[in-house]
């Protein structure tokens, strides 16, 4: 079964940046997009961003100009780019594969303070 592991969390403080990375544990045939979601606490999961086979972005209105999603198809892995976090980031953040089913990761913590 195919996992995605993800990486690149943690604290930072307002203004600063953090990578997000997101790789699978084997090849997957036909990926049809990938994206980033976050959950705050006491919030329902959110879309931050996506990323099609082709290469169309789309964001979230409240991350627009500040993060940046990108993919490696070669190797199985999407990479969120965040730059002037805000406290108002902070959350547990999920990568997710399309392919015939949604795949998600185990999620990794970005906490920004003020």
């Known amino acids: 079964q195919v996992q995605l592991v993800e990486s690149g969390g943690g604290l930072v403080q307002a203004g600063g940046s953090l990578r997000l990375s997101c790789a699978a544990s084997?090849?997957?045939?036909?990926?049809?997009?990938m994206g980033w979601y976050r959950q705050a606490p006491g919030k329902q999961r959110e879309f931050v961003a996506v990323?099609?086979?082709?290469?169309?972005?789309n964001y979230a209105d409240s991350v627009k100009g500040r993060f940046t999603i990108s993919r490696d198809n070669a190797k199985n892995a999407v990479y969120l780019q965040m730059n002037n976090l805000e406290p108002e980031d902070t959350a547990v953040y999920y990568c997710?594969?399309?392919?015939?089913?949604?795949?998600w990761g185990q999620g990794t913590q970005v906490t920004v303070s003020s």
């Open positions: 997710k594969i399309i392919t015939t089913l949604e795949i």
């Open positions: 084997e090849s997957i045939f036909r990926i049809n997009a």
């Open positions: 990323i099609t086979s082709g290469g169309t972005t």
